[in-house]
T-cell receptor, first 114, second 113 residues
Framework: AQKITQTQPGMFVQEKEAVTLDCTYD???????LFWYKQPSSGEMIFLIY??????QNATEGRYSLNFQKARKSANLVISASQLGDSAMYFC???????????FGTGTQLKVEL | NAGVTQTPKFRVLKTGQSMTLLCAQD?????MYWYRQDPGMGLRLIHY???????AKGEVPDGYNVSRLKKQNFLLGLESAAPSQTSVYFC????????????FGPGTRLLVL
């Protein structure tokens, strides 16, 4: 079974600084995808970024980038120039093989401070 | 454009009661999913559908049933609610399988007493 591990239950960062949220995954499949979602206090799940296992470049979307280290099976999310609105829960998720199911990690609560 | 909507937003049930949660999407997506989210845990997949008239079990299907009679709607039923089903329920849809971005509804908060 797939497993996603997010070891940081909570993180603090000062406004305008960069922050890295850790995610490791456990799969023996060669083909897989990695997602990051944001969940603000309002509760909705917002897609941030996607990385495919065969993508050679690290994915980037605006201030979000994914530090993909395939050999280490890690897919860390980097948020540059943090803003107060980035305060939220962040979930890493993976899909492997046949690709009908996402498996989520337990999340990291990020708090951006002035 | 409404995206994914869920009805109701909040519900309180007594143990043993039944209810149906409705998910609707207006993006013409083939795939639809039901998840539950509990404190300290990520989202867990309950059931999913790969197209109208199809359903399949996810990670935690026990105590739930689903139906996809119309492409735009995905219903989640609790036949006999239990306190362990107290949770926040999210519906999602995508144009393809789980390699495609899933778009989530706002969630339904369910409390079973």
């Amino acid at each position: 079974a797939q497993k996603i591990t997010q070891t940081q239950p909570g993180m603090f960062v000062q406004e305008k600084e960069a922050v890295t949220l850790d995610c490791t995954y456990d799969t023996s499949d060669q083909s897989y995808g990695l997602f990051w979602y944001k969940q603000p206090s309002s509760g909705e799940m917002i897609f941030l970024i996607y990385q495919g296992s065969y993508d050679e470049q690290n994915a980037t979307e605006g201030r979000y980038s994914l530090n993909f280290q395939k050999a280490r099976k890690s897919a860390n999310l980097v948020i540059s120039a943090s803003q107060l609105g980035d305060s939220a829960m962040y979930f890493c998720a993976t899909v492997t093989g046949g690709g009908n199911k996402l498996t989520f990690g337990t999340g990291t609560q990020l708090k951006v401070e002035l | 454009n409404a995206g994914v909507t869920q009805t109701p937003k909040f519900r309180v049930l007594k143990t043993g009661q039944s209810m149906t949660l409705l998910c609707a999407q207006d993006m013409n997506h083939e795939y639809m999913y039901w998840y539950r989210q509990d404190p300290g845990m990520g989202l867990r997949l309950i059931h999913y559908s790969v197209g109208e008239g199809t359903t399949a079990k996810g990670e935690v299907p026990d105590g739930y049933n689903v139906s996809r009679l119309k492409k735009q709607n995905f219903l989640l039923g609790l036949e006999s609610a239990a306190p362990s089903q107290t949770s926040v329920y999210f519906c999602a849809s995508s144009s393809g399988g789980a390699y495609e971005t899933q778009y989530f509804g706002p969630g339904t908060r369910l409390l079973v007493l």
